[in-house]
């Protein structure tokens, strides 16, 4: 693996591309900010790396879909599927970042806070 760098860069999930930033996380049209994700390339899946406040979370690769769930301090960062349709849901500290569906078919909520941002 190549070791994520504090740097904006761009990468690809399945068909979805999206740019992160330091402390200003984009994720399509849509900015959330204070979160920092770098992209791993595994095969022809990408796997990212969070960071979040003064907490690091890697992510890494069991068979070729499956990545678990990780729970640091007060964060939730939910369950993790890479194959040809799911991400997961993902939860980080207050806010909810909705149900992504990656592959043949684009679904994606965003939820911040109380307001639901867009759906794909």
Do not use: E, K, W
């Amino acid at each position: 693996f190549i070791h994520p760098l504090t740097q904006s860069r761009r990468h690809q999930i399945a068909n979805i591309r999206f740019v992160s930033q330091i402390d200003m996380h984009q994720i399509g049209m849509y900015q959330i900010d204070m979160y920092q994700i770098d992209m791993y390339q595994i095969g022809m899946y990408q796997i990212g790396m969070y960071q979040i406040g003064m907490y690091q979370i890697g992510m890494y690769q069991i068979g070729m879909y499956q990545i678990g769930m990780y729970q640091i301090g007060m964060y939730q960062i939910g369950m993790y599927q890479i194959g040809m349709y799911q991400i997961g849901m993902y939860q980080i500290g207050m806010y909810q970042i909705g149900m992504y569906q990656i592959g043949m078919y684009q679904v994606c909520m965003y939820q911040i806070d109380m307001y639901q941002i867009g759906m794909y």
